[in-house]
């Protein structure tokens, strides 16, 4: 017979929780849900775009009640759980109903405070909470002018906002003098109210309610100095408590919340509880992100699996009021030891301010230009250190040099028809449609759904943004813990370190060690783990090529007509006489519809058969060239200048080490592909300060530059060190390449990489440490001795020539081989 | 429709494909990690993507175009995307693989 499973709260952080469950374990529990509400589970955050008549409630609808018949769940609707036996394990609800259970989670979530005056009974009178909060508002609407909001925090002003859009003459009443006073410093708040002045809103700072008056409905509210103004609402948006009665009531321990530990276990170890009604080492949380972080942790004890911890959550909030930009993260008041970084342009309204401690960024408000708060909030979780950067950390990195979205960087101006993702060509419109009709809450979400930022990632801080204008601060960002693909729970270096300390030899030791939760993995996931095997264990591993990318398959790139293109290796970009006459013979030969210069200083053969690859690649491995590994999440070119050889301006010979780090570093595989480029003085001919590594030669030695992208989004390399000679620059670029390798996540660039393990990491272990970096290119130059060799040569003839052969339906139906009408 | 003979099982490496080229199109035989055998008109139905180049994981391919992953089974893209290509039964006779083809 299965468990018992029974969740008391049909919310947002219970549901997501059972929903997380049945991705582990569909088959383990006999589910029981109780919901004091009538309905099924709604999506909460979307209560202001109900109440500004922007959404339906059908439309905020996430599990309607059929869901959980298709999923055997029994749900009990509108009966509120009065009891629960911890000795005989049941739970008893006011209508008498009596569910066993082996585990209980408890998702009570919250009560909206109310201040203690008098009148709070009085018609008129409501918090701002469920969708009958909503419907009361809604109707008040109707018929009523005057509303008072009483907390002028993100709730009040949300439902200022929303009441205001129904034509409501609203007044905020706030009892510090500051808005958002939790989020927001003075200078940010102050502008604020200003804005929100201006679209009609009025505000009494510093009023403490003393009585709602009225005779059976509300007829005003009062404040300490005896002051009235008229309200025909009033919406009480304090704050929240969380809902321990019923958890009091059985005697499970609780504080300001219900306590659990990191596996949101209670005191009571068949009780769970998650969501708005927990405090976890000491913190309770009442925005979705934390909660759904609790959910999918609960989740992995409740299945049995036991390995995640819940370490608390970092918040950040943004409000969801259109045309107002506020973004805020973190510790925004600091101590003795913080400093602070301002940023203020009053003329625009910007207002800008990052808080840091240790070298690490603690907190940030953002005001006006939000385009920056992911990233900077991915900073703050990271503890990034930010010391070689903090001069620059408030100039919004978003649009600058970034292509494909026209320079714009605020999604809140932009009209519904304005285009977001430039590769796929997806409007605003259809991503905050989408958004809201299919219930999406993460970055993923909306990639699976839409395609926008799921190609080149240019528009993902676009994304983002409509997220959060859309779902408010409540928008999950991508989890602190991101998992490395769905079919695991684990991370990138989690699965790396599992490998190395577990000894994890090949791709189904690895799933099978880390539980992996499909049986044959997924194009994610194959792929990023044949590389850290082969990364790992060199001359070991096996290499998979059922688990790399067709282009790494074919030793080609793979064009959108399903032909091919071929790229032979041009050492450090310099060719001869020779070697053209072979590529201009093979393109003749093989009827090569373009034959084009890349932008990596060698030859392109566009639209060759697949069928045709073999023969190719035997032309011109006969003529002494090989493959160029342009396919490959591999060292890709090596770009010169001529140098000192040639150029009068030249300081030293760039061609010549080129050559040299090209004949060191080719058939290597990396995270992703990777660049190399040596410039013969600081003229900077070969544009190295845009490559993953990068040479500039000066007349005293060799500056090396590391970390460039000339992509989506460019980024200008950081100035790693200074050497005399040739020899060094050639151990610290296979020292540099190896940490590369080792340390990055699949399909991480240099750049992406070191802006998240920061500049002063790489530093510290390649220029500080000599011994790690002699071990580091020892290691890669171990691995080297057993990669380089040419796939080309190894294709072009004999049983894996033959693989590249499609079989003939035709000339086998002529030989007569065709079994016409044989039976199965 | 008729049998058609598509070579040696041999030929097709597990989660791999072979193309067998027909007259009215390509046809890609997939093989899974289980042995499966599975035959589809190569074509995604997204922007006609070689399906029978995508890595093949469970019995699902991923179209090296665009990362739309097709079951193989019905031959329907996973959602959220939509769309269908063609399915054809297979069967191994003596390691010896035969696609059913419509005639002409």
Redesign the interface.
Known sequence: MKSKLVLVGNGMAGMRAVEELLKLEPEMYDITVFGAELYGNYNRILLSPLLAAENTLDDIMLNPTSWYDDNGITLHAGKTVTTIDRAKRSVTADDGTNVPYDRLILATGSHPFMIPVPGIELDGVVSYRDVDDVNKMLASAKDHTNAVVIGGGLLGLEAAYGLQKQGMNVTVVHLLDSLMERQLDKAAAALLKASLEKRGLRFEMEAETKAILGASRVESVQFGDGWEIPADLVVMAVGIRPNIDLAKSAGVYCERGIVVNDSLQTYDPRIYAVGECVQHRGDCYGLVAPLFEQAKILANHVAEYGYSRYEGSMVSTKLKVTGIDVFSAGDIVGDGKTEEVLFQDPAKAIYKKLLIKDQKITGAVLYGDTADGARIFQMIRDGIDVSETRDDLLFTHHSVGDSGTAGVSSTTSMTANTEICGCNGVCKGTIVETIVS?QLFTLDDVR??TKAS??CGSCTGLVEQLLADTLGGDYSVSAAKKSACPCTEFTHDEIRRAIREQELKSIPDVMAFLDWT??????KC??ALNFYLLCAWPGEYRDD???????E??HAN?Q?D?TYSVVPRIWGGVTSPAELKAIAEVAQKYDVPTVKFTGGQRLDLLGVKKEDLPGVWGDLNSAGLVSGHAYGKALRTVKTCVGSEWCRFGTQDSTGLGIKLERMAWGSWHPHKVKLAVSGCPRNCAEATIKDFGVVCVDSGYELHVGGNGGIKIRATDFLCKLETEEEVLEYCGAFLQLYREEAHYLERTAPWIERVGLATIKTVIVDDAERRAQLHARFLRSQSFSQHDPWAEHATGEKA??FM?????R??RAG??????T? | M??????GLS?I????A??????NG??AVFR??DDKLFALADRCPH?Q??LS??????T?V?C????W?IDLSTGSAVA?DSGCTSTY?V?VEDGLV????PNG
């Not at chain 1, 499609?806 to 035709?810: E, G, M, S």
Request: proline share 9%; glycine share 10%; hydrophobic share 25%.
């Open positions: 299919k699976q759904h799921s190609s499909t049986s044959d993995g997924c194009h194959r792929p090529a059922q688990s790399r990318f067709i282009n398959r074919a793979i959108k399903g033959m693989t499609p079989i003939d339906a035709l086998q139906e081989e065709c079994a016409e009408g044989s199965q | 008729s049998w058609c003979p598509a070579g030929q490496p597990a989660r791999g072979r193309v067998l080229k027909t007259g390509n046809v899974t990690f922007r993507g070689p180049q995508g890595i093949v994981h469970g699902k991923t090296p175009l665009h990362d992953v959220p039964p069967k035969y696609v059913d083809l």
